[in-house]
């Protein structure tokens, strides 16, 4: 099968899904219609994987590209969509506005849309665009519930985000000015292009450059100091958007901030950038676990651990080198599935006890023994223990950093590792173990239909059980697919 | 490069161009009023397309007169008039609660120029372009950025955020057509459609913000905390 049939299948069924349910205006035919995108994008994608190690192959008059660090992105948001569109039907259903659910299942598959095209664009301005229309989406999915704090959050999303994004585009203007200098006034900037013009680059435009892109698509990737968007937007969309947002989205930016990792490389500035990408991961690490130890909330709680996870992701991506490579995607696969784990669990809490403060949670394994059995199995994976898929990634990022020039890194993060697990599973005791010091009639009652509790739980044992399978098991593919992208990757290799 | 060897008429040209559309931004900076904002971002989108339509003369970029058509139209006249339906109904017209008076906020914005001229003399040294139009156009292109965010930080009223947001994209627009003229058409007109997308986005949240939330200052956003 050629690339090219199986990312028309990619692009085409959300597509499809979301003007279908905009056209025909039932909610049930619309949450069936999305499920069914989803499954037929997460079949692809997976079909893709194999196809994509052949080499990178550009489509379409080079305006796409299919290359396995693309590929694996597209299998971390398929993933996602998959296990979301699941979650939704049975979420969405308790809200109980079904005059409206035909729209939020167009917005979703067509954020679905928008976020499967940023890691297929080769030219570096489309991809730019492609990241900028995720957020304009996604911003009508967080104000979806149209309350006065999801009105704010939304606001606050894309002003923040329009605004930090905006320094990408100056970025990419002066990798493009820089590249003029060489290949003349118009040509076309894909990111092999960028690559094999970087040694040319006039070092000075080529490291403003790339703060700039770093800032920027940083801000979109949720690093600290430019995070202040990600838990206002995460904490106030509904579950199923929540888990969109942090296991899928930030992953399709972090992939520009990995694909300028590398053209940098190229130029030879010495570790300075590399140094700049660890300390903002770092940074963000640091930042997470003190809002982690103080939270009250819980989808904050589990937006600052995306925070976290995230900063962890850039430090193995900054580390570089085939272990650091190796050790970030394994951890993006697993942060997506974990978080949406954790979101789902979140909203089955808010169903239950109808709040979102963590103080007025309580006993939750007797008012729902199976997912509160499943959330808080998440809970111990998130933090990163053992025997859990983010164990083994963030050991390997962990084994990368002491090798390199910045194993200072190193220490920090495993510093901050050990306060989050504290901090984040304190939360947990209390939520589970902790007494209730009001009056009993706090206990929360779960009550959904069984239908509709299947689909709320389906999509936790679907996240559950590869998130196990891969903390005890790394496959040699998976191995050997991370050695193809880290060598092409290339540069930070040590 | 194309803006190192330039007839002396078309760098003065361009030059003018540019530092009239910076001086436009601290128009805005300058003023309370929601419509001198609004009047001050118009004039300068006319003034970036008459510059792009200088490139394209100059430069020989043909397709370039069709970027100045179309920013004329777009961005002088669609978004003015989508931002000023948006005043219209919002019964706003001026800001009231600033964080930093006016002319403070010139002050400051004078103090970002500096420093964006040291950061761009600083790159145009290391070219050898020291002292031609593409040191003034990163100079512009950079100060413009720092004074969209100058705005998005010290006025509340959502107009003025809207049009923080728009004076980053114009700065950014403006350099682009003296630093890059040959970027390819397409990138170009995908922007400005964008630009249009996020404008309609603002419209129809500021709609939200008001029947939801009651407000139309960002003043009034501070329940999501911590």
Redesign the interface.
């Known amino acids: 099968m050629s690339p090219a049939i199986v990312v028309i299948v990619i692009l085409a069924a959300p597509l499809a899904a979301a003007v279908g349910c905009e056209l025909i205006r039932s909610p049930r035919f619309a949450e069936y219609l999305n499920l069914a995108a989803s499954i037929l994008v997460f079949a692809a994608a997976l079909r893709l994987l194999p196809i994509a190690l052949g080499g990178p192959y550009t489509l379409w008059d080079r305006y796409l590209i299919v290359d396995p660090l693309g590929a694996w992105v597209l299998l971390s948001v398929a993933t996602v969509y998959l296990l979301a569109s699941l979650y939704a039907i049975g979420y969405m259903r308790a809200l109980n506005s079904p005059a409206r659910l035909h729209r939020f299942y167009a917005l979703f598959a067509g954020f679905a849309l928008t976020m499967l095209l940023g890691p297929l664009m080769n030219?570096i301005?489309?991809y730019w665009?492609a990241i900028?229309?995720t957020t304009?989406v996604s911003?009508?999915l967080v104000?979806f519930e149209?309350?006065?704090?999801s009105?704010?959050?939304?606001?606050?999303y894309?002003?923040v985000v329009?605004?930090g994004i905006?320094?990408a585009?100056?970025g990419i203007?002066l990798y493009?000015?820089g590249g003029?200098?060489t290949l003349?006034?118009?040509?076309?900037l894909t990111w092999g292009t960028l690559r094999a013009v970087a040694p040319h680059l006039?070092?000075?435009?080529a490291l403003?450059a790339f703060l700039l892109v770093f800032i920027g698509f940083g801000t979109k990737v949720g690093l600290a100091p430019m995070h202040t968007w990600l838990?206002?937007a995460h904490?106030?969309g509904p579950a199923p958007v929540s888990a969109m947002l942090s296991g899928a989205l930030l992953n399709t930016a972090m992939i520009g901030i990995v694909r300028f990792i590398q053209v940098t490389d190229a130029v030879h500035l010495g570790i300075l950038p590399r140094t700049v990408v660890v300390a903002i991961g770092a940074l963000s690490l640091a930042i997470a676990a003190l809002?982690i130890t103080?939270?009250?909330?819980v989808k904050?709680l589990m937006a600052y651990s995306s925070v976290e996870h995230m900063g962890v992701m850039t430090l193995g991506f900054g580390f570089g080198g085939p272990l650091g490579v190796a050790g970030a995607l394994y951890h993006m696969l697993n942060h997506s599935l974990n978080k949406s784990l954790m979101f789902f669990g979140s909203g089955d809490a808010m169903h239950a006890f109808r709040t979102k403060r963590i103080g007025r949670i309580h006993h939750v394994l007797t008012s729902m023994p199976v997912a509160g059995a499943l959330w808080v199995a998440g809970a111990v994976a998130i933090t990163g223990a053992p025997p859990f898929g983010l164990f083994l990634s963030e050991f390997t990022i962990l084994r990368a950093g002491l090798a390199g020039p910045n194993a200072w890194a190193v220490f920090v993060m495993l510093v901050l590792l050990v306060v989050i697990f504290v901090g984040f599973l304190n939360h947990f005791r209390a939520m589970y173990f902790g007494e209730n010091p009001k009056a009993e009639a706090a206990t929360g009652r779960w009550q959904l239909r069984a239908a509709d509790r299947f689909w709320c739980v389906l999509p936790m044992w679907l996240a559950l059980i590869p998130l196990l399978a891969m903390g005890l098991w790394w496959p040699s593919a998976f191995s050997h697919y991370f050695a193809v992208i880290a060598a092409q990757l290339g540069g930070g290799a040590r | 490069?194309?803006a190192a060897h330039l007839p002396p008429l078309a760098g003065s040209l361009f030059s003018l161009l540019s530092i009239t559309s910076l001086l436009l931004a601290f128009v805005m900076l300058g003023s309370r009023w929601l419509n001198a904002y609004l009047g001050a971002f118009a004039l300068q989108s006319w003034l970036i397309a008459l510059l792009s339509a200088a490139v394209a003369y100059y430069g020989d970029y043909p397709e370039l007169y069709g970027i100045a058509a179309l920013t004329a139209l777009f961005r002088g006249l669609v978004l003015p008039y989508l931002l000023l339906r948006i005043t219209r109904r919002l019964n706003v017209d001026r800001e009231l609660h600033e964080r930093l008076s006016p002319s403070s906020s010139l002050v400051v914005g004078g103090l970002l120029v500096v420093f964006a001229f040291v950061?761009s003399a600083?790159?145009g040294a290391?070219?050898g372009l020291t002292g031609t139009i593409a040191v003034l156009a990163l100079t512009t292109?950079l100060s413009m950025?720092l004074i969209?965010?100058l705005m998005?930080m010290v006025r509340s009223e959502?107009v003025s955020?809207i049009l923080?947001?728009l004076v980053?994209?114009n700065g950014?627009f403006l350099?682009?057509q003296i630093?890059?003229?040959?970027?390819?058409l397409l990138?170009e007109l995908?922007?400005l459609f964008?630009l249009l997308?996020?404008v309609a986005?603002?419209g129809?949240?500021v709609r939200?913000?008001v029947v939801?939330?009651?407000t139309t200052s960002?003043r009034d956003?501070k329940?999501?905390v911590?």
């Open positions: 030219n301005g489309v665009i900028e229309l304009l911003t009508f104000g149209k309350t006065r704090e009105i704010e959050a939304a606001w606050k894309i002003v329009s605004a905006s320094l585009l100056l203007i493009y000015w003029s200098l003349g006034p118009t040509y076309a006039n070092p000075m435009i403003t838990p206002d904490s106030e809002f103080r939270q009250t909330d904050r | 490069m194309f950061v600083h790159l290391t070219l292109m950025k969209g965010f998005l959502v955020q923080g947001l980053i994209e950014i350099g682009s630093l890059v003229p040959g970027m390819p990138i995908v922007i964008d997308v996020v986005c603002f129809v949240l939200y913000l939801h939330a009651g960002t956003l329940r999501l911590g």
